[in-house]
């Protein structure tokens, strides 16, 4: 079936340590990526985006990395500091004659060690 | 606040009875999804609206689902008969650009 999925369920960093959640998709067809953020009691936000033309995109403490060739993508956050405790799913969208199907991962919970 | 809304926050029902929440999207937005989420889980999608016209259902959505975009604004999930394995987090989305989604907070449905 359709699945985009992970997986380190959880992961623990240090404070000021890097982050890095990696993701395994399964449809080849897919062609636009993105990174969102759980934080808990609220809806996934968006965080970064990658197109797959691309193998990389970096934000502000954000980087996702792209390899179309074993289907991985991952999210490195740079100086992870308390408020990134969150769950991060990543989600693939497959592009369709009427529109784009969003499927999300389970997700990598990330808690920071302060 | 522009962002999606939703309600209600919570609902807390016994198996048998109907429940309907509602979604507000951000207003430009002509596209809106429902998502169901259980603990641990990602987001599993239910449905979507591209203005008015609803065009897929997941196979997750039984006859006792039903959604609604009139007008294309805000929208309507059902469940009648409601059972205790449709306990979940709902999530509306909506969105304006492909895949950048941008989702409320959720009703958190409780059926006893």
């Known amino acids: 079936g359709e699945s985009v999925g992970l997986h380190l369920p959880t992961l623990s960093v240090q404070e000021g340590d890097n982050s890095i959640i990696n993701c395994a998709y399964s449809?080849?067809?897919?062609?636009?990526f993105i990174w969102y953020k759980q934080e808990s009691g609220k809806g996934p936000q968006f965080i970064i985006d990658?197109?797959?033309?691309?193998d990389k995109r970096q934000g502000q403490r954000v980087t996702v990395l792209l390899n179309k060739t074993v289907k991985h993508l991952s999210l490195q956050i740079a100086a992870t500091q308390p408020g990134d405790s969150a769950v991060y799913f990543c989600?693939?969208?497959?592009?369709?004659?009427?529109?784009?199907?969003?499927?999300f991962g389970p997700g990598t919970s990330l808690s920071v060690i302060p | 606040d522009t962002g999606v809304s939703q309600d209600p926050r919570h609902k807390i029902t016994k198996r048998g009875q109907n429940v309907t929440f509602r979604c507000d999207p951000i207003?430009?937005?002509?596209?809106l999804y429902w998502y169901r989420q259980t603990l641990g889980q990602g987001p599993e999608f239910l449905t979507y609206f591209q203005n008015e016209a609803q065009l897929e259902k997941s196979r997750l959505l039984s006859d006792r689902f039903s959604a609604e975009r009139p007008k294309g604004s805000f929208s309507t999930l059902e469940i009648q008969r409601t059972e205790q394995g449709d306990s979940a987090m709902y999530l509306c989305?909506?969105?304006?650009?492909?895949?950048?989604?941008?989702f409320g907070s959720g009703t958190q449905l409780s059926v006893l």
């Open positions: 989305a909506s969105s304006l650009t492909r895949g950048k989604l941008f």
């Open positions: 449809n080849s067809a897919s062609d636009y």
């Open positions: 989600a693939e969208v497959h592009p369709r004659t009427s529109y784009d199907k969003v499927i």
């Open positions: 990658i197109r797959s033309n691309m």
């Open positions: 207003s430009e937005h002509n596209r």
